[in-house]
């Protein structure tokens, strides 16, 4: 028998056997493939090194490409813009060359012209000269009888130097040395009178020195005290600066109704002796000279006293024509000033009748209209308006309030400017009762497109108020901000609407925060003006932001975030994209449906259909403009 260890053995070699065929095996098939393991490897390795220098050769040559293309379309898009700028700026170059040549030739003829008319009068002047300064007459002369006059030589030559004054003038473009030059140039001028007519006609800081100059030489006129009051007024109204300046003016007038008319019994100079000893109390009250101001306010008391009692027939008739002069002028602020002295002192001397009569009339339209065409030819230069006082707003009050028998013209236009002072005085409430009663108004008035036109100015003018005095981001402003929005709709000025409606959107969001139903309101105000505007993308921007304020004010769904997805949905539409607006509509269904049947189930046992009348109308309501907006969609 054969034992373990037998066994055993016979194992073991088996198992040698087993390997070295196993082993002679795989050498066998080694070198039949003749590729040994250490060789397959490294092969392997260079492969993957190889392939992955490939790759770093290939992202640098891409990345070198896409540098030169970006660079290459860079410089092609500069060289693009550089040839459009060039082209702009040739063709502006262009027509500015040829505006300027237009210009110039019309400059040209003109200079030419008036070169040759004083030319010709001054060839003309110079031949007058030589036949007075012959001295043999010609022989008509003699036979007339006609001999030298010494007293025409002296004006032909004052007539000479006036010409060679005014050609010096012309040739000055400062302002100062124009003045200097009229000053010095008033001895030796034989008719200065013609100079306070210039000065009156045409006011302005130099025209109204050479009055006072003229006063000062005894050339003076009820009409220049006029015009001096109306500098005096307006200097002053520059600053404490200015006021010395004012005062010497005010003296200047004193002097000219003091000396003016001295036959005359002297009442139509208290007119003026009047308006110059309040003015001069008002400034030097303003200076710290209380005392002399006491004193003019008395000597003003004796002129008024005196008016009371000699009853004029016609009040201060000369400031009247002067200030309807200025109007015709444009000289809105002189005119404005003179009417408004007129009216003080008319309603001391005929209380009873200042705000009715034909006089009373006259005087109340020019003061409309020079401060009508004040405001409008100011614009937004409203310190313009600062020469008004500031008892301007009281008086104005005062007469809109007096029922007079006024044009709807004149009365938007004292109730206007009535705005712009509240505005300079910061007088918020005021200002609102003012901007009410123009929009009133103006909605009475807009039945064509003329006052429609001016309902759109007022309504602007309102709006830069309410900006102006920051009423727009107040509670008590927005009010005025929603009716000027819907103003502004009425008239087609959608942008101002637009401008209006994100001003009241930010009050709403600055007063009650982004998670409260009071700013619904003005964005869905907002949203229906862009949408007037065909701006849908701006209309969908707050819809969206009205679903996500409602978001976090409802704890759940609510009827009115229908309303908003079904605006959603049709502002999507209007640009075009059906697929969003669809969204929105499903989700809006879908919200109806399940608000109601909230609504039904919360009732008890009744079903939708059994609920009140007026949500199964909100309901219907609803379902057919979603019906109706779907059936839209599928045209689409």
């Not at 290459?72 to 082209?87: D, H, P, R, T, W």
């Amino acid at each position: 028998m054969i034992n373990g260890d037998t066994l055993t053995m016979v194992a073991c070699a088996l198992g040698a056997v087993a390997l070295i065929v196993a082993v002679w095996g795989y050498f066998s098939l080694r070198q039949r493939i003749d590729f040994p393991a250490e060789r397959g490897r490294s092969i392997n390795n260079n492969q993957i090194t190889a392939d992955l220098a490939n790759l770093k050769r290939e992202f640098a040559m891409l990345s070198e490409t896409v540098h030169r293309f970006r660079a290459q379309s860079l410089a092609g898009i500069s060289e693009n813009m550089a040839e459009k700028e060039q082209a702009i700026k040739l063709a502006l170059s262009q027509d500015l060359h040829k505006e300027l040549e237009a210009a110039t030739d019309e400059f040209d003829k003109a200079l030419s012209a008036i070169v040759g008319k004083l030319d010709q009068k001054q060839e003309e002047l110079a031949s007058r000269i030589d036949n007075f300064s012959s001295t043999t007459p010609p022989p008509q002369a003699i036979e007339a009888g006609a001999i030298s006059n010494p007293i025409i030589e002296s004006k032909i030559a004052s007539l000479v130097s006036a010409l060679v004054i005014d050609r010096f003038l012309a040739s000055l473009e400062d302002m100062s040395d124009k003045r200097k030059c009229l000053m010095a140039s008033l001895e030796s001028v034989q008719d200065t009178v013609t100079f306070g007519k210039l000065a009156v006609a045409y006011p302005s800081i130099n025209s109204w020195l050479i009055l006072k100059e003229l006063a000062d030489r005894g050339v003076v006129s009820d009409i220049a005290g006029w015009a001096l009051i109306a500098g005096a007024e307006l200097t002053a109204s520059k600053g404490r600066a200015f006021y010395s300046t004012a005062e010497e003016l005010y003296q200047a007038a004193r002097l000219s109704f003091s000396t003016a008319n001295t036959n005359s019994a002297g009442v139509a100079n208290r007119e003026g002796l009047y308006v110059i000893a309040s003015g001069l109390a008002r400034l030097l009250a303003q200076g710290d000279r209380a005392a002399l101001s006491d004193m003019l306010k008395q000597e003003a008391a004796s002129h008024l006293r005196i008016l009371i009692e000699s009853k004029p027939t016609t009040m201060a008739l000369p400031a009247v024509q002067l200030a309807e002069f200025y109007l015709n002028e444009e000289r809105f602020d002189c005119a404005s000033i003179l009417f408004r002295q007129v009216i003080d002192l008319a309603t001391q001397v005929f209380p009873e009748s200042i705000y009715n009569g034909d006089s009373a009339g006259r005087l109340w339209h020019g003061l409309a209209l020079a401060l009508s065409n004040l405001a409008d030819k100011t614009g937004t230069e409203r310190e313009l308006f600062a020469f008004l006082g500031t008892d301007t707003i009281a008086f104005l009050d005062k007469a809109l309030s007096a029922k007079m028998p006024l044009s709807d013209a004149d009365k938007q236009a004292l109730q206007l400017c009535l705005l712009r002072l509240c505005e300079r005085d910061r007088d918020e409430d005021r200002a609102l009762a003012v901007a009410k009663n123009l929009l009133d108004d103006g909605v009475r008035l807009a039945v064509d497109s003329e006052n429609k036109e001016r309902f759109n100015f007022i309504a602007t003018e309102i709006l830069a108020a309410v900006d102006e005095l920051h009423l727009s981001r107040k509670a008590n402003g927005m009010p005025m901000l929603k009716r000027l929005i819907g103003i502004f709709m009425a008239v087609n000025n959608h942008n101002k609407a637009a401008s209006a409606g994100a001003k009241l959107v930010d009050a709403s969001l600055d007063l009650y925060g982004d998670a409260s139903l009071e700013t619904v309101v003005p964005i869905n105000i907002l949203a229906d003006v862009y949408k007037a505007m065909g701006r849908y993308d701006l209309a969908e921007e707050c819809y969206r932001q009205i679903l996500e304020i409602q978001y976090k004010v409802y704890p759940s769904e609510h009827e009115e975030m229908v309303d908003v997805l079904l605006n959603l949905a049709q502002v999507c539409k209007l640009q075009k994209d059906v697929g969003e607006a669809e969204i929105f509509l499903e989700s809006a269904v879908e919200m109806c449906q399940s608000v109601f049947d909230k609504s039904a189930a919360e009732d008890g046992e009744r079903s939708a259909d059994e609920l009140p009348v007026e949500i199964q109308g909100r309901k219907k309501a609803l379902m057919a403009r979603a019906e109706a907006l779907k059936g839209q969609l599928s045209h689409a």
